[in-house]
């Protein structure tokens, strides 16, 4: 009786080693499609810009008679496609280091209008033209123990976003409320384009941009969301997108807890009053 159930338990065992086998396998599978799936899309990102380049280089070049408008031409649109260009791989290393999960956050002491104030800041600094943008926060807001410039990083990507989307003559908001005293929700809110509801998850993947690189007007990368949906995940909030469709404008919502997380160190500054 003793051998039978060895032979039984022994069975049991394998076919439980099998099983965990195969599915290994299937992962591996699946993380393998993604890898060759991902090694395509970069591919294709870089080679579009660098294409334009290299044809506008080699008309430049060989070229001598060109009127000079044409070739003032030639010029901006090579140098567009390669700040573009600086701009993805940026954007793609920041990326990479942020699902590497090495990231070390900072928790500092800070207030959401001071994060807001340099990203209006820094956004004010590149665009000549943009809508009208009403900050609308709540005078007792609490102090944030969190990252920064992480936060920072956030609003200006959704900011850039909310402006990039909405022709001048449009209104882009931000508002904030502390839900149930845990966590701190940030709103941008834009009257711009808007997004189909069947999009709305999927604008936080990865080089996902409604109208392809190559028809659009605006510039951009395809990673800002991506980027903005790891740090908020990172600071231990969540972020989503609300849009009634097409023309409706659109909302982005983030949540951040208000106090420093357990895992993380001391606040690197002091509390300022
Ligand atoms: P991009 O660099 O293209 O802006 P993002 O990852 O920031 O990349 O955004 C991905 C896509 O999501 C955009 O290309 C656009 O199609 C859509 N999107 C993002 N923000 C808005 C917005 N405020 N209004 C309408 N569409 C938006």
């Known amino acids: 009786v003793t051998a039978i159930a ?9 076919a439980q080693a099998y099983k965990s086998l195969a599915e290994l396998n299937q992962q591996l599978a699946a993380l393998d499609r ?3 799936n991902l090694i395509a899309i970069i591919g294709h990102e870089l080679r ?5 380049i290299q044809v506008c280089l080699e008309s ?14 030639m010029l901006g649109t090579a140098m567009g496609d390669a700040e573009r260009l600086h701009k993805l791989i940026q954007d793609f290393l920041t990326l990479s280091r942020l699902e590497s999960g090495r990231v070390q956050w900072q928790t500092e002491a800070i207030t959401l209008s001071e994060c807001v104030e340099l990203a209006l800041a820094h956004l004010r600094s590149r665009a ?30 959704l900011l850039d976003n909310a402006c990039k989307f ?25 009257t711009g384009r808007g997004i189909e509801p ?8 990865r080089f996902y941009q409604e109208e392809g690189a190559l028809r659009r007007t605006v510039g951009g990368t395809g990673l800002g969301l991506a980027i903005c949906r790891q740090i908020v995940a990172g600071l231990g909030g969540q972020i989503w997108a609300e849009s009634a469709g097409r023309g409706q404008g659109s909302k982005f919502h983030f949540t951040i807890p208000l106090g420093s997380r357990p895992d993380w160190g001391d606040m690197s500054r002091p509390v300022e009053t």
């Open 198 to 205: 069947s999009q709305l998850q999927v604008v936080f993947d």
């Open 34 to 36: 993604t890898r060759t």
């Open 166 to 190: 909405t022709s001048p003559e449009g209104r882009v908001t931000v508002r904030a409320q502390v839900q149930a005293g845990q966590m701190l929700e940030v709103v941008v809110a834009d």
């Open 48 to 52: 579009t810009p660098l294409s334009t």
């Open 128 to 157: 000549d033209r943009l809508p009208q943008i009403q900050v609308d926060l709540p005078a007792d807001l609490p102090l944030l123990r969190t990252d920064g410039e992480g936060m920072v990083e956030v609003l200006v990507k």
């Open 60 to 73: 430049l070049a060989t070229e001598p008679e060109m009127p000079a408008p044409v070739r003032q031409e």
């Open 6 to 14: 060895n032979q039984v338990g022994l069975g049991l065992v394998q």
